[in-house]
């Protein structure tokens, strides 16, 4: 929000008329409308608040506004009621000077809303603590329950107080509030019996009928009803935006926060209802036996009830209500009290706040508008008074010339109505007061005698004849010329109100109900006090309690707040010229602002004028260093404003026209702009600057690091290198060290060896005579000797199987060990074979043996030998023992035969083949006869001296006789077997056994020759064709050949 610091800042409008330019009615009221359209609802008149009512809520009344006009000077801020709540309470309590508030206005320009936002803003701002708050609670909760009893809804204002205020708030020395006393003046009584059309009785009645519990009505004895009371008007019974029920509660806790115990405020809310039920009892007239007319009660039921309520006795009331005493005694008037006079003595600071009700000016005017006028009339009067006196005292408080002041004095008006001889009251009273008939128009008839000559009072009867022709003046009127402007009053009722009275009967049997509250309003009631002088007149009544405010207010500070309705609509934003004109006119406005300008129209203290111009002048710009006031004679002089237009005073500088203060104005503000240029132009250096330093100032500090930064970088390479040329370097001489060792340690070496081999050298000179001759012999031992070792233990696990059969053997590992190797492998084949043959039985190895003599006889030497291997040498093919066939043969045979088979005789002369049966025994071999087993021959075998077969697979073998023996003479045999290889190998076998004899010699060969007789004959083996079979065939080819030609071995 915009805080504005001076009065003169940012105006809308003019903020205080006094400085209105050019000043007359028509400029005033635009400037009020300029602001009041703005929401500028304030507006001064030097110190006088004038207050629009806004009919709305404007967010001109919080907590912070109250903090903002906290402690500030007066024109310091914009116009507000709380500059003037602080200028009153501060002088109040810093200055000791009693103060009052007087707020002005017709009904519903806002009077009780500003003074209860004064009294909330003294709340607000004045001490606090337990005690304090307590009294701020109870001050403020007062206006409740005075509103609910006071006020009504009127067609003017929907909340308007039918009643004038008066409240004296009390502080302590500290400004601290004590509490309050407020005096009420003129309750407009006739209200509770009857109200005008579209009006409402007060509050109270509303609120205690919608808001009371059930439980309270029943107890009040009342209905939730408002049809059921004459005296509530049904029409308007309900106002918009009132929450009646919600405003009695509201009434009631603020009853028991101002110290109402719960059975007075019980008691009051009887009354209340007593009042109701008053509202309903009727009468009727009816003759007396005397012959008086007389009223009587028509329904006593209600009657009944309210006495019930008072504890009044029935019939006490009942005769009250119809019949009255009269006593011609001597009446007294008695005077109470008033307020000032009932108030404690102790001096204690005081803050009056007075909400009264202003000038008022209807169609008809009665009593209570002349009343009112009058009061209004008094206050405008003690304001000219109170302002003219403040405003002379300020002159001469500053040593200024008092120049006199024209302006207006009502106190001829408050004269023609209060004068004690002839004033309007004082003949009304005369005239309450004289015997005989008395009415309005006797009344109006004295006015137009005695004040007929007064220039403010006006009346068509008067003598003075200018009102003769007056139509706008009826004849039952009087018109008076008020400061405020003319008002036409009816006569009609101003004697009965100004009486007032209330008949002793009636109080007396008031005065009798049980109900102490009931009692104590009517102390007139007391028989024991019975007053038989008349009471006071209303009117004499007001106009002395308006002669004490009077006198209260003069002793005191004044403050003025004067409120202004905009229109008759009860609505916002409305502004009706006409009618704000009129309240300017009557509330005496313009009066005000002129005699406030009668002087000087602005004045300031030196040191505020001083700070506020200060930049019109270059001495006393930026700072003045002497004595406020010299700075502003400088200041002036320096801006030549005419020495006529102002004057100084002892603490203020005084200017006479406003439009020297807006010059100055004008031209502070055109300074203020080059000043704000000046403001911006050093701001914006000082801040660019100011940047300018902080990035300076983080280039520095972004350099530091960074070159730390690039230092710490180059730092740790170079460590790094550094620690690489170390290592090298530490390498290299580790390295050099290390040759050098090494050098030292060959050395060393070196020197061992040379001594080794020097002793050597030397032991094997001393010692070569020991050991030269057999050493390398010995060495040469030793080694073979392992080598062998060696070799032996490696054949011992490489040795080949046990099978005589098997031909491995494994290679020999040194050449020197040829020899040794293969004779070794004979000598391990031959231990096998020898292993393998002691396996043998005697049979076995016998056949075995031959098989051996017949490989070593034939092998590789006959091609029929290797067909033999296979076959075992039975011997005997022919059974010859157990064959009876050759039984004869067998006994001719004395040794056991080795051999019997049958074999086939060559016939020498063609060489075909004869079947014979062969037999060997140890000695001899004999040729038989197949089929007889006759002996053809037997030859022994010493005479056998060879045997003669081929090479090839043939069975033919030649036996060869010795020359010249027996045997011999019929030449050798040749003869062929199926089993040669046997035959021939037991034939040789049997000759090698027998010792006596030679071997027998075996001839194998292709051609040999054969004694046939006394020929030779070859037998010459040839290799056949197939064509002769499987079998060799023998032929003979001539004498000396024979030819045996073998098939061709597969
Ligand atoms: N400052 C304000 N802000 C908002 N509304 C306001 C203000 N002042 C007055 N009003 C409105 O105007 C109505 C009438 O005001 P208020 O009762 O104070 O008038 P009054 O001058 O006391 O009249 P009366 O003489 O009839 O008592 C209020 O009920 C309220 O609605
Ligand atoms: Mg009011």
Same mark, same amino acid.
């Given at each position: ?22 000043? %007359? ?184 009928? *919608?808001?009371?519990? %059930? &439980? ?8 939730? &009803? ?25 009434? +009631? ?33 009816? *003759? ?13 039921? &209600? ?118 001889? %002839? ?52 004849? *039952? ?280 081999? +020097? ?24 080694t073979i000797q392992r080598i062998m070792q060696k070799y032996f233990l490696g054949l011992k696990t490489t040795m080949p199987s046990m099978s005589p059969i098997d031909n491995t053997w494994p290679a020999r590992p040194y050449m020197f060990l040829e020899g040794a190797h293969s004779e070794l492998r004979r000598i391990f084949h031959f231990w096998r074979c020898k292993k393998y043959q002691g396996q043998f039985t005697?049979?076995k190895k016998?056949v075995y043996e031959e098989k051996l003599e017949a490989s070593e006889i034939f092998k590789d030497k006959k091609a029929?030998y290797p067909s033999s291997v296979s076959q075992p ?61 006759? $002996? ?12 003669? $077969? ?31 290889i ?20 075996? &001839? ?8 046939? %007789? ?33 098939? *061709?071995?597969?």
């Open positions: 929000m915009e805080v504005k610091t001076s009065l003169l800042d940012n105006m809308i409008g003019v903020g205080d008329m006094v400085l209105l330019e050019p000043l %007359n009615e028509n400029s005033f009221i635009e400037n009020l409308r300029k602001r009041f359209d703005h929401n500028e609802i304030y507006t001064y008149i030097g110190s006088v608040v004038i207050s629009m009512n806004p009919y709305r809520s404007l967010p001109i009344f919080t907590p912070e506004k109250v903090e903002e006009y906290r402690n500030r000077n007066f024109y310091e801020l914009s116009p507000h009621i709380y500059a003037l709540a602080d200028e009153a309470y501060r002088s109040l309590r810093d200055q000791d000077k009693d103060q009052c508030i007087l707020i002005t206005g017709e009904s519903g320009a806002g009077k009780t809303e500003a003074s209860k936002l004064v009294m909330s803003y003294v709340a607000a701002v004045c001490g606090k603590g337990q005690e304090v708050n307590k009294v701020k609670e109870q001050l403020l909760q007062s206006n409740p329950v005075l509103e609910a009893f006071g006020n009504a809804k009127t067609v003017r204002n929907d909340n308007s107080s039918r009643f004038g205020k008066y409240m004296d708030i009390e502080f302590d020395f500290k400004g601290d509030p004590l509490g309050g006393v407020i005096s009420n003046y003129l309750l407009e009584k006739s209200r509770v019996c009857k109200q005008p059309r579209g009006e409402r009785n007060f509050h109270i009645f509303y609120q205690l009928l *919608s808001g009371a519990s %059930n &439980d309270t009505l029943t107890k009040l004895k009342l209905d939730r &009803d408002f049809s059921k009371y004459n005296y509530l008007s049904l029409d308007s019974a309900t106002v918009n935006g009132l929450d009646d029920a919600a405003s009695f509660r509201t009434v +009631w806790n603020a009853m028991q926060i101002v110290g109402f115990m719960e059975d007075e405020v019980q008691s009051v809310l009887e009354l209340v209802a007593a009042v109701l039920k008053l509202g309903n009892i009727e009468f009727k007239p009816e *003759s007396r036996v005397n012959g008086f007319d007389e009223s009587r009660v028509k329904d006593k039921n &209600d009657l009944k009830e309210m006495c019930e309520l008072l504890g009044i006795e029935q019939s006490v009331l009942e005769r009250a209500f119809s019949y009255r005493t009269v006593e011609a005694k001597m009446e007294k008037v008695s005077t109470t009290l008033n307020v000032a006079q009932a108030q404690a003595k102790t001096r204690h600071k005081v803050m009056g706040v007075l909400d009264i009700y202003g000038f008022e000016i209807f169609e008809d005017n009665s009593f209570e508008q002349f009343i009112i006028n009058y009061c209004n009339e008094k206050l405008q009067q003690i304001f000219i008074e109170l302002t003219l006196r403040e405003e002379q005292e300020e002159y001469i408080r500053e040593g200024i010339e008092w120049t006199n002041i024209e302006y207006f004095n009502n106190a001829i008006i408050c004269d023609l109505i209060e004068n004690n001889q %002839n004033g309007i009251l004082a003949m009304l009273d005369e005239e309450c007061l004289r015997p005989g008939t008395v009415t309005d128009d006797t009344f109006l008839d004295k006015l137009n005698t005695i004040c007929a000559e007064h220039q403010h009072f006006e009346s068509r009867l008067s003598k003075n004849s200018k009102f003769l022709t007056d139509h706008s003046l009826p004849h *039952s009127c009087f018109r008076i010329q008020h400061y405020a402007g003319k008002v036409l009053y009816r006569v009609e009722g101003f004697v009965d109100k100004n009486n007032d009275l209330l008949y002793r009967d009636l109080s007396q049997a008031m005065y009798k109900a049980t109900h102490s509250l009931m009692k104590q309003l009517f102390p007139e009631g007391n028989p024991a006090k019975v007053n038989l002088k008349r009471p006071p007149t209303a009117g004499f009544q007001f106009k002395a309690s308006v002669g004490g405010l009077m006198r209260n207010l003069q002793t005191k500070n004044p403050n003025y707040i004067r409120c202004i309705k905009p229109n008759d609509k009860k609505a916002a934003h409305i502004f009706t010229e006409s009618l704000v004109c009129h309240q300017v006119r009557y509330l005496g406005l313009m009066e005000n602002v002129r005699v406030r300008r009668a002087g000087y129209a602005f004045r300031q203290s030196y040191e505020s004028s001083l700070e506020r111009y200060k930049m019109l002048c270059k001495q006393t710009w930026p700072h003045w260093r002497g004595a406020a006031r010299d700075g502003v004679e400088v200041l002036l002089t320096d801006c030549s404003v005419p020495a006529e237009e102002f004057a100084y005073g002892r603490s203020k500088i005084f200017i006479r026209n406003p439009r020297t203060l807006f010059t100055l104005e004008e031209r502070r503000r055109a300074c203020l702009e080059d000043l704000a240029t000046l403001i911006q132009k050093i701001y914006r250096g000082w801040r660019c600057r100011t940047q300018f330093l902080l990035l300076k100032k983080s280039q520095v500090v972004v350099a530091a690091w960074y070159r730390r930064y690039a230092q710490q970088k180059k730092y740790q390479k170079i460590k790094s290198a550094t620690l690489v040329m170390q290592s090298f370097i530490r390498g290299w001489k580790a390295r050099k060290i290390l040759r050098q060792l090494k050098y030292e340690k060959r050395c060393k070496e070196a020197v061992t060896t040379i001594a080794a081999y +020097w002793h050597g050298t030397q032991v094997r000179r001393e010692y070569r005579k020991f050991f030269r001759a057999n050493a390398g012999k010995k060495i040469y031992n030793f005697e049979e016998a029929l040498f039975k011997g005997d093919y022919l059974e010859i023992q157990k064959n009876p066939k050759y039984q004869k043969l067998n006994s001719a045979v004395e040794d056991k035969v080795l051999l019997a088979d049958v074999v086939n005789k060559i016939n020498r002369a063609n060489g075909k083949g004869a079947p014979r049966l062969f037999l060997l025994t140890k000695n001899n071999f004999v040729l038989a006869d197949q089929k007889t087993g006759q $002996v053809k021959a037997s030859v022994p075998l010493p005479d056998l001296t060879s045997v003669s $077969v081929s090479t090839q697979s043939d069975g033919f073998f030649a036996l060869k006789l010795k020359e010249g023996s027996a045997s011999a003479a019929k030449g050798d045999f040749l003869l062929s077997s199926e089993h040669l046997e035959l021939i190998t037991k034939l040789h076998r049997t000759g090698a056994t027998a010792a006596d004899r030679d071997q027998i010699n075996i &001839d194998i060969s292709d051609e040999f020759l054969v004694q046939f %007789n006394q020929d030779k004959v070859c037998v010459k083996f040839i290799q056949g064709g197939p064509k002769n079979g499987n079998s060799a065939a023998c032929k003979r080819k001539n004498n000396r050949l024979l030819e045996v030609s073998v098939p *061709s071995s597969p």
